[in-house]
Structures are given as C-alpha cells and as structure tokens.
C-alpha cells in the first residue's frame, strides 16, 4: 500500500505528462458480450457468450475473440443448436477496432468517458461493420471498463445467420423469431504493473488504493460484528465511514479505551497496515478484541473497500 502511494507519485515525477505505450489485455471473467432475442413476437431472453479474450496493443489495436462455443441462452438443447446450426460448428468471431490509447492512457482514475467506437466483426467468415458509443471508466492504474454506451443492432441477415436461425425456428416450432438483435459489450481490461500507467498531466496526486474493492467487502466481515461503514453508526466499535484521514479516536459518542483516546495517530494507510496486522502490538491495551489480519493483500483489499464505502 505503502509502495503503491510512493510509487505513484515518484511516477508522477518521473513522466510529467508523457504518455506511456502499454498493452491491455481482456479480463475474461469480468467481460460479457449479450444479445437479447424474442420468439413468437413477445417473448424476450437474454443470452450471452461466456468466454472473451483480447488484447489492445501498444498503438491502439483492439482484438477481441469471441468463443462462439460458449453461447449460453440457459437451455442446454438450444446452445447445441446455435453452435451446430446457426454457428455452423465455427470456433469463434473476431472484433477488431483501432482504439485512441493516448486517450485511454491519459484517463485520471475514477474518470469516465465517452468515445466512438469503429469496429469490424468478422463473424463465419463475414466481415460487419459495427459503429457504436463506448462509455470508459478508468477503475484504477490498471484495469479499465468499457462497455457499450446504448445497446448495438444486428441483423441476423448481414451477420450471415439467417438461414440457420430459419432452422432454428423450424426445429422449434416457433411461427417467428426477429432478425434483429440488440447487443451489448462489456470489457474489462488489465494492464500489468511493469509498463507504468500513464498518469494524466495535471492531476493531484491520486491516493491510489490499489486493492480490490470487492475481495475487501468480504475481508471486512472480519470486522462486522463490531464495525459499521455507515456514518454516525457505532456498534461494540466505532463506525469506521471516512476512518481514512482521520485522527485516532474521533468518532463522536464512542467511548474509546484510554491508550486509544491518547493515541497521537492519524489514520493512514501506513499506520493503519500497521494496526490491522496486530492491533495489540501496535497500540498495547486498546480494547479492540481482534487478532490481526494476517495477509498483507487482505489488509490492501480492506482498505480498496474502507475508502469506497465512505464515498
Ligand atoms: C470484537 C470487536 C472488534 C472487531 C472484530 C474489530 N474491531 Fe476494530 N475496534 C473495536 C473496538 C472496541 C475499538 C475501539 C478500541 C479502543 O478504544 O481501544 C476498535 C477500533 C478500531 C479502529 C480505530 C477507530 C478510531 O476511531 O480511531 C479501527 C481503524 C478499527 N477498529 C478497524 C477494524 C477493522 C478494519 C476490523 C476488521 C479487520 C476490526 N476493527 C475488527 C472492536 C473491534
């Protein structure tokens, strides 16, 4: 945590606004490509492909692969039917788009943005061309999320699809099945550590809290019991909402044991790395009736979630 504060703002000084290149790559778990169907003129499903993979090169490339195997419209008999007859048993689709990375690179933290996007999608052989809105959120220095900004049409007609989805109908025995399908993208992309993130020009120092927010939600059921994230919320603890920043025992209304309320600390991620690992050692005598948090990673999450849930 500590590293990542000073790593960020050495880096700060090191580019002064130079952008560098770096590769993204698509997180497979966290990304999802849907299409919305309806049968017989009113029956709507969603149905999704499960595995993407890609990558956006140093200039811009964007390269998706979608396993068209993974369709997953949750009836077992029906995904059969969509990689024999209306994928024709091909492994994959391709999307394919030059990306403005200078603009992806230059996005502060916690920034979003608004881009057009220009793509290709060669789906059995056929190349469509796809024009959409994509809507950007930079997560942190190295993940980033995209995802369509409106749902994109179809036609089941130019992708090549037509006369499978005929087949499908008659297999069925649907009377109709419409020949344009809304659908929407969302990519996670990752960058590794090593190329360093470009920082935006002349933002202030971000206090980058590089944990995940999510795997630190769960740590803090460690905490549950005693603490609250919400304002004014006290339990057997005080309430830890905005704790980050702030001077050891403040919380209005608590009563904090005498070495707490005594405590010359202010609540950083330093100093709070520190506490969580061994409370007691750290501060003999506080009534905090908690081991510590053994894995360093735990406590990085931990704080990711404290200073997300006080915003
Ligand atoms: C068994 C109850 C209990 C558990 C579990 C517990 N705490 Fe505490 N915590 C307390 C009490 C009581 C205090 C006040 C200590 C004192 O006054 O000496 C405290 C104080 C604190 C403080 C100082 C707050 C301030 O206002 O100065 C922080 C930060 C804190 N706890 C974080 C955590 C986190 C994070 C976890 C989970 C990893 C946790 N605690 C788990 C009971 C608990």
């Not at 304002?231 to 830890?240: D, H, I």
């Amino acid at each position: 945590m500590v590293k990542t504060l000073f790593r960020t703002s050495a880096m700060l000084l090191l580019l002064s606004g130079s952008a560098l290149a770096q590769t993204w790559s698509v997180d497979s778990d966290s990304s999802r490509l849907s299409y919305g169907t309806i049968k017989k003129n009113s029956v709507g499903e969603v149905n999704s492909f499960e595995k993407l993979s890609g990558s956006v090169s140093e200039d811009g490339k964007l390269q998706l692969t979608i396993d068209l195997g993974s369709v997953e419209t949750n009836i077992d008999i029906r995904n059969e039917r969509m990689r024999q007859i209306v994928f024709q048993s091909i492994g994959s689709a391709d999307l394919t788009a030059q990306l403005d990375t200078a603009e992806l690179n230059q996005l502060a933290v916690g920034a979003t943005t608004v881009v057009d996007l220009e793509a290709t999608l060669n789906l059995l052989g056929t190349e469509i061309p796809v024009e959409t809105e994509v809507f950007v959120a930079r997560i942190s220095d190295s993940k980033v999320l995209a995802t369509t900004n409106d749902m994109v049409f179809l036609g089941t007609e130019e992708a090549g699809v037509n006369a499978g989805v005929d087949q499908l109908k008659t297999l069925a025995k649907l009377n109709g099945i419409t020949r344009t399908v809304p659908v929407t993208l969302r990519l996670v992309l990752t960058t590794d550590g090593n190329q360093a993130a470009a920082e935006p020009v002349a933002a202030p120092v971000q206090v980058a809290f590089a944990g995940d927010v999510k795997a630190g939600k769960k740590v803090f059921k460690k905490c549950k019991a005693c603490h609250s994230v919400k304002e004014g919320q006290n339990k057997v603890g005080p309430s830890l909402h905005g704790v980050i920043g702030r001077q050891a025992a403040a919380v209005e209304g608590f009563k904090y044991s005498k070495v707490m309320a005594s405590a010359d600390v202010t609540w950083d991620t330093e100093s709070l790395t520190e506490f969580l690992a061994k409370p007691k050692k750290f501060l003999p005598k506080n009534r905090m009736a908690f081991a510590g948090l053994k894995k360093p990673a735990d406590i990085e999450n931990l704080l990711a979630y404290l200073d997300s849930a006080s915003k």
